[in-house]
């Protein structure tokens, strides 16, 4: 239990691999504040997962669009278990459109769910960090389409890469304070946003196929990494992204 008396806030906690996240803090034994928009009606029984795995949960139904609604985040792990140690930014959606179909509406969804969430939960967490003292993590869920162009799907793409620099900027504006700012690059992983491409035999074998290891990953897998980030062990690591993607940025789509 290397994270027990610690407090974790986990954006998007409750789907995919916010859902592993949370499971595998809790089994280190972190407190956590569990953000969920979607499927509510899952929300008790997760509460009640993370309490039998290890300490304390509470789930908060907050928009992390909002900065008034991350700030209640905030405040809830603060008033429920007296401080904010771990922010891990993982909320995410994107809408595999390209830059020629893409909506205002769309453009603005993804980059407000993706990006501004990212900005200001850094932001909002670390200024509870310093109040507090002893520095903290802040850890993005990012994508190796941080850096790695995804035709068809630019507003995420464009998101990613907006967290890659927040992530090395605030890294280092952060780093007098012990705040360590990492970044999480997963390739494919089997999560429902990649439901689609589960659901298309032709697609999925495509994709396993451009994947050294040959397949997507599991939640579990990014999961272990951000629990690692967020320990002792990962004390010089900052302003960097760590990648998680079955070698799928180094491979050749082999024509
Ligand atoms: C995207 C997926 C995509 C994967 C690998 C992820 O960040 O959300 O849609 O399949 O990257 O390209």
Redesign the pocket.
Known sequence: MSLKGKTAIVTGGNSGIGLAIVLELARQGANIVIDYVVHPETELDLEQQVRALGDGAIGVKADVSSVADLQTLIDTAVLEFGRVDIMVNNAGV?TRTSVLETTEAQYERVLAINLKSAFFGTQLAARQMIKQGGGGRIINIT???EDWP?PG?TA?CLSKGGMRMLTRTAGVELAPHNILVVGVG???VATP??LG?MQDPTLLQK?NNAIPLGRMARPEEIASLVTFLAGDGASYMTATTIFADGG?MQSSPGL
Do not use: D, F, K
């Open positions: 994107e994508s190796v389409h995804m799907n995420y997963p390739g494919a946003i990649n491409t994709l799928i």
